[in-house]
């Protein structure tokens, strides 16, 4: 049974015992250099939209950028979508010892009627997404054989085809709205595979991301009256997978399409739901089977329903009893706009970030409060009286009085038209350019009706530390803890502080060459190293077979590395969406959108999620010209993430595993353990905040961001290199790479809470006969920042 639940099982071959550390070389920082852009990128979009969802702002701060295509006449087409104004540019002869920066082409911006509607519920359209459609069969006539096909989505609901030739007239050559079949929302292109070459016909998988009522808010919309609930709308991501052929337009030289030759023809094959965006995509061809990576499951409809249903039916009886009491204290105390002042906000937190949440008694948009973030203070912007209702009045005086601070004013001589300013420090510092706040529109559960609203506030951590409290001047407001957490704290801190001496626990210990006493463990102090007496730590929790803490310098050792960092280690679930056998799909459909009638969705590890620490980097082999693969991509010059890998955290190893094929068992969850670096989570634990981290079968590359920099020197932060070693070898090698700034429009600032200089994205470039045959061919990294490229080797 354990064998069918568990899809990561390591091959002891594998494993290295006898890896003791990673040697520092020096790197040469001269190698680095740097290509400055003709503009900065920027990266707010619709610059009066402050309102973001926490979630979403988290994944758009590990948004790549740079898109990558290879083609017949160009190995390596790298090229970037400027969010605000979808400028396409790109790096002409990456290769060379001259790259050049140009400009491409502008994609129509269609997005602004959309981000209307959803501008109130936190979230906005995506980062544009692009993939080069490496080989095509309609465009290959002779006239056409210099195009190079790529396909993007602007991050609203639209497609474009476009030829991006650097050396001709780049054009778009169609472009599709995503209207009938798919929802209102905000979309994604999440990957694109070649389904028949000859007709030109392609799998691709689109994202939508919109605001949808939740399942108990619909069943429980007629009792509103009954038990005082609202509705309520949670931020949902749907995957389409879809069958898109380019066919030609029947008429491209009418008025209407002068320059639109070719239509996208879309069909829905299959629709799935999810709480999470969705991390990867890899597609199974000869298993003709998706697995789609995410902090959560996908589910059918029809699946969704059923499960939101049982557990609401099962929760039923126990929580009447809450709902009768808290009805009886809502009929017997009106519920007055001052009630709301005796414990004012709610908090809560995790080692990276925190929330705190307002629960304000009367309707109140985002236009009409600010709230303005500094390192260590949040200050509220709140209009004058005359514009609120009336209830406000009673309420803002109390919240100033709660805090300590001087009444509410009608009017304020010196703030023009009235209003007021509630300014409260923190507890300890927060990243500014990652924190956010935004409010949500909930229906009245009063006997009156009236609406209220939520203010939620996001703060990312300047430092991992928990909080005793949320504001320095209230010490009163506990922190919200969910059970599960509260339990494994208890927990730890029973362990740790416990003398392990119990005789029920260790009756079958016996001391090596004792005289058949009952071993006992000495009391461990948080912090404390493992022991060095073979006997006292020759087990740990999780540990491999051949694993010694031993192997580690000073014998340090974590029983947890850094698990709470989400940056660094995703607890990511598996799911599978498989064809079904032809005689099973024949069946009448169970959903709407065929999608239980076709495909099977099955969870991988029942949910159970792998704790992932790194991503395969994309590399473009330049020797390797385009050619078509049945298999993959499309393409035999690329390696890296085209391959489905991923590296996950066991113990304190980094492994490398591949997706398992579908030529044999179809059914089959089974990755394969292919690659090892040893050690690799225990010093990732020592790094103070991560970007991101990419690894090939030589070496793993981890992005410390431009926080862990001195605030004397403007930095993109540093590039941590560390190569693979040989099995069974004690020692490897670990190179750091600064990566400073030259930007004379990122000089350091007096201001503490300017800005700092992000990596929007990174590829690399690989050509193994422009190196000698007894050397390894260097790895030429493309990374690209707000203002600039840097090119280096590896």
Known sequence: MADQIMCFIPSRELLNPRFESYKLKEYEQSNVRRIPLTTAIDLSMNPRFKSFNYHELKSKSTWNHLLVGSFTDTPAQLIWIEPRTLHISTLLQPDSHDPQVAPLLRLPDERAEQLQDHADQGIEFDYPTGFALNYYHLLSSPQDKGQHLWLFLDGGNTLFLVDLNPHSHPRILARKKLSHGFIHAFYKLASVQIKDRQTDTFWIVLRAKSMQPTFESEQADNDVKKNGSYKKKKLTYTLYVAEMRITPHQDSSTADHPIMPFDLDIQIHARLVGAADVLSVHYDRPGHRWCFRSTSKFTTLAQQTSQSAQPQEQTKGLHDEQQLQAKEERDSKPVAASSAVNTPYSWSQTLSSLTVVFHIPFSITSKSIQVLLQPKSACFKIPALDSLPQEAEEYLEKLFGYFGQPAFLRNKPDSGGGGGSLALNLWDHIVVEDSTWFVEQVSGNTRG??????????????????????????????????????????????????????????????????????????????????????????????????????????????????????????????????????????????????????????????????????????????????????????????????????????????????????????????????????????????????????????????????????????????????????????????????????????????????PLPLILGLCALQNPSASPSNTPPPLSIVLLAQHEILLFDL
Request: aromatic share 6%.
């Open 449 to 754: 009706g009236e609406s209220r609203t939520i203010l939620t506030i996001e703060l990312e951590k300047r430092s991992r530390l928990r909080w005793p409290q949320a504001f320095q001047a209230d010490a009163q407001v506990t922190e919200t803890m969910d059970p599960i957490e509260l339990l494994t704290i208890t927990e730890n801190l029973a362990k740790y502080t416990s003398a392990g001496n119990d005789d029920d626990d260790d009756d079958d210990d016996v001391v090596p060459g004792g005289h058949g006493h009952p071993s006992k463990k000495q009391k461990r102090g948080l912090g404390s190293a493992a022991a060095t007496n073979p006997s006292a730590s020759s087990s740990t929790t999780g540990a491999h077979p051949l694993m010694q803490p031993s192997s580690l310098s000073a014998g340090e050792m974590d029983e947890e590395i850094d698990v709470a960092n989400e940056v660094m280690v995703t607890g990511v679930v598996l799911t599978w969406l498989i064809k079904k056998e032809s005689h099973a799909a024949e069946r009448p459909a169970e959903a709407a959108d065929g999608t239980d009638s076709e495909w099977d969705v099955v969870i991988a590890q029942d949910g159970i999620p792998v704790e992932q620490i790194s991503s395969p980097l994309k590399v473009v082999h330049l020797d390797r010209p385009p050619a078509p693969q049945e298999g993959g991509g499309g393409t035999s010059s690329w390696s890296g993430e085209e391959d489905g890998s991923m590296m996950i955290k066991a113990d304190i190893d980094g492994l490398v595993f591949s997706p398992p094929g579908g030529g044999e068992e179809r059914k089959s969850m089974r990755w394969r353990h292919e690659l090892s670096f040893p050690a690799l989570a225990f010093v990732m634990a020592s790094k103070r905040e991560i970007w991101a981290s990419f690894y090939t079968r030589e070496m793993c590359l981890l992005f410390e961001t431009s926080s862990s920099a001195p605030k004397d020197r403007l930095s993109l932060g540093n590039l941590f290199v560390y190569h693979h070693t040989p099995h069974r070898h004690p020692l490897s090698v670990q190179r750091v790479v600064q990566l400073s700034c030259s930007n004379p429009a990122h000089q350091p600032s007096s201001d503490s809470a300017a």
